[in-house]
């Protein structure tokens, strides 16, 4: 067979034969019941044109405004890039920078290489830097949070009602638009793609060989490459294996995954405390000025006759980060250990954390949409705090450690029982 067909569970480390899965169908790894990769249908000129219909829909959300409000004569309207470039100019730069980067620059980077390669494979030919396009499309994912952005533009517009008159703009409709397409592109495994691009004329780093699997028989230590699936050989006699497909850097374990993940989460548990107590927005107004942290932004919408968006800001401005740190300490204390207790659920536990990491951004998107919008002069202006700066580190943070934290170690004291594993 040939050597994309031998894949390795991201979160365990078993091998599997890849078996043709039909669309919507998955396949999961034999021991920790992981998703190992879904069927999709693989019809380049679908995804051409999905994804540039995602283009047209993107472009349309970053350059029309979003909302607009309508108070004692004064009008404001925000897009997405005027609300990055408020928080710009009131010394919140590095929160001005993380917010377009996950909310513009990523998905841009996602679209683009996606179009590009698709366009390529559509016409028969595998295009120039196919490799590191399809890389970037896996990094950009991780780190691309669309739809979170959504969810804060609709907490935005019901917090708005209250303050002034809200009038919709075609920026909303785009972004929703956006996130239901964005959905369906992020089916488009960039390993399917590189799968096909195999097949095509077209530059290469290396020649592509089978794989023999008499390898397996004899023992040969094995590396998979996490950006695009490959499973290769170790090779003893270089200090660094590179991927032969994709050129990523390949590792058994990720170098240092639990000390890594032990910092990052040291610092995001020391900024958390700050996150909380410090205000996140400032309110000027006629009647003088006040302050507003994470928890007075719950008690406003429960006491405002919204106590749903106030479950949701709670649950994910304070209930995650903490949930969070208990449980990447708790997945780094235990590997540390090499402990072998539930591992099945542990993993589980990883898996959750990678999932929600994101949404903690939640009411930084708020943050940042709230002070474009109200600028109303003498009448009222809000600003950031320095409370969002530390809860937008916390994120990140939190962020960073989970994905240097390896899952293979979770599995590494268990008994495979003659299981073939990476």
């Avoid at 962020?399 to 073939?420: N, V």
């Amino acid at each position: 067979m040939h050597r994309y067909d031998l894949i390795s569970c991201h979160d365990c480390g078993v091998l599997h034969q890849r078996r043709p899965v039909r669309p919507r169908e998955k396949a999961r790894c034999v021991r920790c019941r992981s998703v190992l990769y879904r069927g999709i249908h693989s019809d380049a000129s679908r995804m051409a044109a999905i994804t540039l219909g995602a283009v047209f829909t993107f472009l349309i959300a970053q350059f029309f405004p979003i909302v607009e409000l309508e108070v004692a004569g004064y009008s404001t309207s925000a897009t997405l890039l005027g609300a990055i470039r408020v928080l710009w100019t009131e010394q919140m730069q590095l929160v001005a920078a993380i917010v377009f980067v996950f909310t513009i620059l990523l998905p841009a980077v996602e679209l683009g290489s996606l179009l590009y390669v698709t366009l390529s494979l559509r016409s028969g030919q595998r295009p120039p830097g196919f490799d590191h396009l399809l890389r970037a499309v896996g990094l950009a994912r991780r780190w691309g949070m669309t739809e979170v952005l959504m969810i804060g533009i609709l907490i935005t517009i019901v917090k708005m009602t209250s303050l002034a008159q809200v009038v919709v703009q075609p920026g909303l409709f785009a972004f929703g638009a956006l996130t239901l397409m964005l959905a369906i592109v992020v089916s488009f495994d960039p390993r399917i793609l590189w799968n096909i691009g195999e097949h095509l004329p077209g530059p290469r780093r290396v020649a592509q060989q089978p794989f023999r699997y008499a390898a397996l028989a004899k023992g040969v230590p094995l590396l998979a490459c996490h950006s695009c699936g490959l499973v290769e050989s170790l090779k003893y006699t270089v200090r660094h294996q590179y991927c032969a497909r994709c050129g990523a850097r390949l590792h058994r374990r990720h170098p240092d995954s639990v000390g890594r993940t032990w910092a990052f989460l040291l610092a995001a548990a020391i900024l958390y405390i700050p996150a909380n107590l410090l205000p996140v927005m400032y309110t000027h107004s006629l009647f003088g000025k006040e302050d507003d942290t994470i928890i007075s932004g719950v008690v406003y919408f429960w006491t405002s006759g919204s106590p749903a968006l106030a479950a949701i800001i709670f649950i994910a401005s304070i209930v995650v980060p903490v949930l969070k740190l208990a449980a990447l300490a708790l997945l780094a204390w235990t590997a540390q250990r090499r402990s072998r207790w539930r591992p099945m659920q542990r993993t589980v536990l990883y898996r959750i954390v990678e999932f929600v990491g994101r949404w903690s951004m939640l009411d930084i998107f708020v943050i940042t949409l709230t002070v474009a919008l109200v600028r109303f002069q003498s009448l009222a202006v809000i600003t950031a705090g320095p409370g969002a700066l530390a809860f937008c580190a916390v994120v990140v943070l939190t962020m960073i450690a989970s994905m240097q934290f390896d899952p293979r170690l979770i599995w590494d004291p268990i008994d495979t029982h003659g299981e073939k594993h990476v």
